[in-house]
């Protein structure tokens, strides 16, 4: 089993930045791709960005491309969200997902669940 750990959220006003990260243990790093997903009261959990194992394939929603990067440290276990001129809407509770090797933006095909870090925008 994989744990998951975020950090990172907070309170940022819009077109502000924030950096989310999320740390991994529990199996070889590699082997681990990470999705980013976010839930915003009364909506559904949906996709932001993921990685895979080897941090070759990334893929981004239409909504935070162009303004949201995602990478992975190695050396340090961990998974990063970068979020750029961050506007209302993107406020939610952002969750950090793994599975095995391949990307996936569904969050059903995602085994284990950090516990979540809320951001919230403010107009």
């Known amino acids: 089993q994989v744990q998951l750990v975020e950090s990172g959220g907070g309170l940022v006003q819009a077109g502000g930045s924030l950096r989310l990260s999320c740390a991994v243990s529990g199996r070889t790093f590699s082997t681990v791709a990470v999705g980013w997903f976010r839930q915003a009261p009364g909506k559904e959990r949906d996709f932001v960005a993921t990685?895979?194992?080897?941090?070759?394939?990334?893929y981004y929603a239409d909504s935070v491309k162009g303004r949201f990067a995602i990478s992975r440290d190695s050396a340090k276990n961990t998974v990063y969200l970068q979020m750029n001129s961050l506007i209302p809407e993107d406020t939610a509770v952002y969750y950090c997902?793994?599975?095995?090797?391949?990307?996936?933006?569904?969050?059903?095909?995602?085994?284990?669940w950090g516990q979540g870090t809320q951001v919230t925008v403010s107009s």
């Open positions: 997902a793994a599975r095995n090797y391949g990307t996936s933006a569904r969050t059903v095909e995602y085994s284990d």
């Open positions: 990685i895979s194992g080897s941090g070759r394939t990334l």
